[in-house]
């Protein structure tokens, strides 16, 4: 693809693509959007300084986090975008478990455990559900 074919809406790359679904015959061409690589990088830089400063398992911390992210989702949510999205999700998960790992209290925070905290503030899979009204 030529640098010309693309363009850059603030926070997302629009280029050209081919559908390759099953819905639309193959070679026909659309435009795609994805949150663009520098807005994603300075996402994730701000969510591992943030998660660093709170390193906390609490409801509060979780609220807060939940938060963001829903608030990057819906920023971001754009058809086609998912891929972006997921990463993003992901660098978040991997970066609190990582922190929550640091402190000497707890332990070492393995992913079934991360996983059980995941789950209980329900903020895997594509929403977050999370009830925040702790005072």
């Known amino acids: 693809m030529r ?3 693309r363009a850059e809406i603030p926070g997302r790359s629009t280029f050209w693509d081919s ?9 026909r061409w659309v ?9 994603v990088s300075r996402a994730v830089k701000r969510m591992k300084v943030w998660l660093r400063a709170v390193r906390i398992e609490s409801p509060r911390a979780a609220c807060e986090l ?15 975008n998912w ?9 978040v998960q991997r970066t609190w478990r990582k922190w929550l790992s640091y402190r000497s209290q707890q ?4 992913w079934a455990r991360m996983n059980r905290l995941l789950e209980r503030i329900r903020c895997r899979g594509r929403s977050f559900t999370i009830p925040c009204t702790v005072a």
């Open 66 to 80: 939940v938060r963001k992210v829903r608030g990057h989702d819906q920023y971001y949510g754009i058809t086609g």
């Open 31 to 39: 435009i795609k959007q994805k949150t663009a690589k520098d807005r």
């Open 83 to 91: 891929q972006a999205l997921h990463d993003f999700r992901y660098q």
């Open 107 to 110: 332990g070492y925070m393995d």
């Open 19 to 27: 559908l390759t679904s099953g819905l639309v015959p193959h070679g």
């Open 3 to 5: 640098k010309e074919d």
